[in-house]
């Protein structure tokens, strides 16, 4: 590996990925197809109205079409359930995501189960999640494929590394620590019932960070040339990597902003226009 | 932990998982309802056919009835699933158990994802595996159910402990490895393309053997007072740990026969008796 501290650059594989998809955009429109989102949005939380107006705006720029559909806050299960369905029947619609978190009183797991698996390009659903551990997943989760694809990009092998993941989330956590598993990593879970967490994470060749809590993954923790991965992202753009310690000692680091985010969004247009192209015609 | 070696003995965890059986196979009976498993054995391979005559001659001994469906090795995958689907839809069989392997033409995957979630006691469908991953299954795959049990049994701490698995199958490797992080223990997952095994293992507290090759786990390689779990069951009867020198330094370790093998039929009783009771009365 270079000696040369690799900052692996999200927007670059962003950019690099968006340029793959024009071209298929474009076949889709001879053949009278609009990809199109459908984002639902329910409550009014700032930061996520805010990812999801940046995932509508990144699907405008690239000649997708989205639908945003923002719901009150007072919204039952039952009401949200059934707005999923009518995204479901709309042949109009090729992808939904329902934006994490919901409110607190609308079971978040019935929601997710309703969107229809041919439309479930942000990898939620349950057999969405088996497809993906299984590796036969068309659309897995998004963050922890955009973890993958830096890894791609960057040509940073996978196979025979130990990858360290620090997370346990259904979006994240467990599936990236599959899909490494898949792609012939050895992989070891941690979480917040870990023992001697800096002693596991200082064996990684790969240290993936999903944790939620701001620079708690320490450079004292990470071996020498160890890739870091930062799928954190707290209040004031921090991470959950210390980053300038973890730099110092890792041979690559994504940046918080900048490294992963960009490329979730990336997967989330990629997997709508697959969507799209596996749909059959609507016109 | 007591210093006296512990041999976690499968047949007594298997006994006493059957006496509460027995209960609840006379409370269905007063709803008259019989609970029946159907097992399906695809060709003639000899270690098949003999567990698929112990899985029956179990059910038996406790009073649960068994349909034993032998097809020849011939069987296509659409007549296999055909077969499941007749199954799926007779209200006399609770549970559905596929011996695998089926001949290699068959798409046994197709096969097993034919079986309804509701008859699934194998835990070998998708969707089953997901919600084992998420913590909300009624039938966890029942190799890996079996190990979480002795362990319960046998008052074995896992959170917090690291758990080392050795195999990353689909229905044992993958699955424990979740269960076990459900659980609160950290969890690492090796296989064919781990580097560095021995040395990996040696930090486990609990090491769950499911590689298929007979007698492979050394006991140089395991830590002083590590739980040693051993899934394997090859040719002659040998597991997949060797037993003599494990048994020297582990704290607790399972034999082989008569360790996971007798709870992992007990859990496959267990389920069928549970989708019976879930199961609407039919006379």
Redesign the interface.
């Known amino acids: 590996m270079n000696s040369e501290k690799l900052i692996l650059d999200g927007t670059r594989v962003a950019k690099s990925m968006n340029e793959t998809l024009v071209e298929r955009i474009n076949q889709l429109s001879v053949r009278g197809i609009l990809p199109c989102l459908a984002t639902i949005l329910v409550g009014d939380d700032p930061s996520s109205e805010t990812y999801v107006r940046m995932k509508s705006s990144a699907c405008k720029r690239l000649g997708i079409d989205s639908r945003r559909i923002h719901l009150n806050k007072a919204t039952t299960t039952e009401e949200l359930i059934a707005v999923i369905q009518q995204l479901n029947e709309d042949p109009q619609i090729h992808g939904i995501l329902l934006q994490h978190p919901v409110p607190q009183h609308i079971d978040e ?1 019935a929601a997710f189960e309703a969107i229809q698996i041919e439309k479930d390009v942000d990898g939620v659903t ?2 969405g ?3 993906n ?2 590796g036969v997943s068309s659309f897995p989760s998004c963050t922890p494929a955009a973890i993958l694809a830096i890894l791609d990009y960057y040509q940073i092998p996978i ?2 590394k ?1 990858a360290v993941i620090v997370g ?1 989330s ?1 979006i994240l956590g ?1 599936p990236v ?2 899909m490494l ?1 898949n792609r ?1 990593a ?6 917040s ?3 001697n967490l800096p002693l ?1 994470i200082g064996l990684a060749d790969i240290v993936v960070a999903a944790v939620g809590k701001p620079a708690f993954i320490q450079g004292a923790w990470i071996k020498e040339s160890a890739v870091v991965l930062d799928a954190g992202y707290n209040a004031g753009n921090i991470g959950d990597v210390d980053f300038d310690a973890c730099h110092k000692k890792a041979s690559a680091i994504t940046p918080v902003p900048a490294g992963i985010g960009p490329v979730t969004i990336a997967m989330l247009l990629k997997h709508t226009v697959l969507a799209a192209e596996k749909s059959k015609i609507t016109t």
Not at 186 to 191: E, G, L, P, R
């Open positions: 797991r349950m057999l999640f088996a497809q551990a299984f196979e025979s130990h346990r259904p467990k620590s599959l598993l012939n050895t992989v070891t879970i941690c979480h019932k870990t023992n596991i």
